[in-house]
């Protein structure tokens, strides 16, 4: 989701995201792979994919002019992008079920925050996180975990949750995503 993103990108938007894993009232509810994660957090708070997603953009110094998606996407967003335009273009209903905006209505709001977020960009700050940062990955099940220790500087802290720790934001990130596809091989049997 992040790929490409440099320090040369002005801001960054969020478009048609959705609530972590375990959240309430989210539809679609997933971090990255539902049949392997079931929780991440990053220093001590769950994050969804949003919030993993925001240390490529505070690596390049990024900010995050415009979140879109649930509520819950909103309430999440409010972690990494408080000054962030934010839209609401769907309520949801459940997991799998929301009652979603006129698709007119819906690309209207999102212009029109998106022209707003365009303007103001340069007052916008990227996200902060208090460094060192630890990631931590709560899977389905113990075996994940296990494999996940094959990655150079992830530790196991419980017998379904490893963590990295560490100050340079994209490195997190890929450790993250090489974890995420190395887990999957356990699921996509």
Same mark, same amino acid.
């Given at each position: 989701?992040?790929?490409g993103?440099?320090?040369s990108?002005?801001g960054?938007?969020?478009? /048609?995201?959705h609530?972590?894993i375990?959240?309430?009232?989210a539809?679609? /509810?997933? $971090?990255?792979?539902?049949?392997? +994660?079931?929780e991440?957090? +990053?220093?001590?708070?769950?994050v969804g994919?949003?919030?993993?997603n925001?240390?490529?953009?505070?690596?390049?110094?990024?900010? #995050?002019?415009?979140v /879109?998606?649930?509520?819950?996407t909103?309430?999440?967003?409010q972690?990494?992008?408080?000054?962030?335009?934010?839209v609401?273009?769907?309520?949801? #209903?459940?997991?799998?079920?929301?009652?979603h905006?006129?698709?007119?209505?819906a690309?209207?709001l999102?212009?029109?925050?998106a022209?707003r977020a365009?303007?103001g960009?340069?007052?916008m700050?990227?996200?902060?996180?208090?460094?060192p940062v $630890?990631?931590?990955i $709560?899977?389905?099940?113990?075996?994940?975990?296990e494999?996940?220790?094959? #990655?150079r500087?992830?530790e196991?802290?419980?017998?379904?949750?490893v963590?990295v720790?560490?100050e340079?934001?994209?490195?997190?990130?890929?450790t993250?995503?090489t +974890?995420?596809?190395?887990?999957?091989?356990?699921?996509?049997?």
């Amino acid at each position: 989701m992040m790929e490409g993103l440099d320090a040369s990108f002005a801001g960054a938007c969020f478009v /048609s995201y959705h609530g972590s894993i375990g959240a309430e009232h989210a539809v679609l /509810s997933h $971090t990255y792979n539902p049949r392997a +994660i079931w929780e991440v957090r +990053i220093n001590g708070e769950v994050v969804g994919e949003s919030g993993i997603n925001a240390l490529v953009a505070a690596h390049y110094r990024v900010p #995050i002019l415009l979140v /879109s998606g649930d509520a819950a996407t909103i309430q999440e967003a409010q972690l990494i992008a408080p000054q962030a335009e934010h839209v609401v273009v769907k309520q949801s #209903i459940g997991r799998f079920a929301a009652s979603h905006l006129h698709p007119e209505l819906a690309c209207e709001l999102l212009q029109a925050a998106a022209t707003r977020a365009a303007r103001g960009y340069t007052e916008m700050e990227f996200p902060q996180f208090k460094l060192p940062v $630890t990631l931590e990955i $709560t899977f389905l099940v113990a075996d994940m975990a296990e494999m996940a220790l094959w #990655i150079r500087g992830v530790e196991r802290v419980a017998s379904r949750t490893v963590k990295v720790t560490g100050e340079n934001l994209l490195h997190l990130y890929r450790t993250f995503v090489t +974890i995420v596809t190395l887990t999957r091989s356990l699921v996509d049997r």
